[in-house]
């Protein structure tokens, strides 16, 4: 298992009328827990585009357990349990400063070629990598 | 069942580098979605929180089939397929100009008290409508 | 002069927890303005992209003036009040329904060549419809 | 003068298909650098609107001068050049890794009551603490 926790803080913009933050929103922190994670390991998301490797999200799910704050220091914890093949499958949970869990979600995500759009094989480097923690 | 169809055109700052519309931002579609189904029937969801009464969402899911672009006119068609209880289960089928199918998703949303911010039973006005459709 | 009228309806994620249009989502509305106008002449902002020519904004401007609120349909005025040269000069007001002034707003963008990322020319097709105008 | 330094990084979220930071994000981003510096000197925003003040912005612009990307990491340097009065006027310079300058810009805001939501005075508190700065 692979397993790596980012932090960020709940940005005004973030917020909803209801004064939570809008559930739309936490894609985007998924988002940042993912790239965080692969940076732990050596990879930066940048650099696989850069390569012509794009990876799309293919599947996504959340489970609201409880509102988050404007302001609120939150933890986003990413995880990969199973060794990834052709797509690699996330799990995250975001918890408060209280150590309350807020959410937890997945998601799944593709490899593809980024000149011909179609789906591609994930590069040797980062299997090599991944095949340490499995 | 009831059943509604909204158009709403891809804005640019809705793309991402990859040229796509970003994953993270079909929620706000949906939300477009179910609002518009929800006024189809009489109900206006401000008027709703006017009335002390919110909707947060509790589960969200996406299957993601195909990028929507920029500029592209989508129809988001929003479902309730089960009469609803304490929750409302919306289903979601986005569809672009072609008729190509671009992601299907759900979410399910429950009634607090915007007060208390508790659970509470759904209005009984709501209740009577959706008995005309089951 | 050229002026257009978009109208569009206030998302939930674009309100925040004051209850108001979060003031960072209204240069998005302002895009959506100017790229119906530039289509109200003829000029589809995503076919100009797909010839190699870009439009990024070089100066924003926006004088808050009344706050609008989840729900509201605004209507986005956009106009040229002078023979663009080398750049765009779009000024904005947007109006409730009401009719009060929710906000004006400035933008200038220039044009850049997709490939090169340098400035260009605007395009002879463009200047030619701009010149019947002013 | 106070002046404030925040770091952050792009989300991929932020940019668009320019592949560049959507021109309408980086007033997000002031946003972060103002509260920021303002938690410098010893103000919560989120306690602010807690006592009941909240802070609108009146106006606002932006220069951009360079293109911000996917995974930077920008410098946000927030300024408050002239001692507060019923507004407060902030600047800003957003620099990349290389010390290039991305965009400078200008907000100013006031002080209104939460519950009434008309203008109110500067809270004697914050008045006190920027008198040692000017």
Request: hydrophobic content about 35%; proline content about 5%; cysteine-free.
């Amino acid at each position: 298992m692979v397993s790596y926790e980012t932090k960020l803080r709940v940005r005004y913009s973030e917020t909803d009328k209801m004064g939570y933050v809008y559930y739309g929103n936490y894609p985007q922190y998924y988002e940042v827990g993912r790239v965080e994670l692969m940076r732990s390991l050596g990879f930066s998301y940048r650099h696989l585009e850069d390569m012509g490797i794009m990876m799309p999200v293919q599947n996504l799910s959340v489970r609201y357990l409880r509102p988050a704050y404007y302001d609120d220091e939150l933890t986003i914890k990413t995880m990969i349990r199973e060794m990834p093949a052709s797509r690699i499958h996330f799990e995250y949970e975001i918890y408060n400063i209280e150590g309350q869990i807020v959410n937890t979600g997945e998601a799944v995500l593709g490899f593809i070629n980024a000149e011909t759009r179609r789906p591609m094989r994930p590069p040797k480097e980062i299997m090599d990598t991944f095949k340490q923690y499995f």
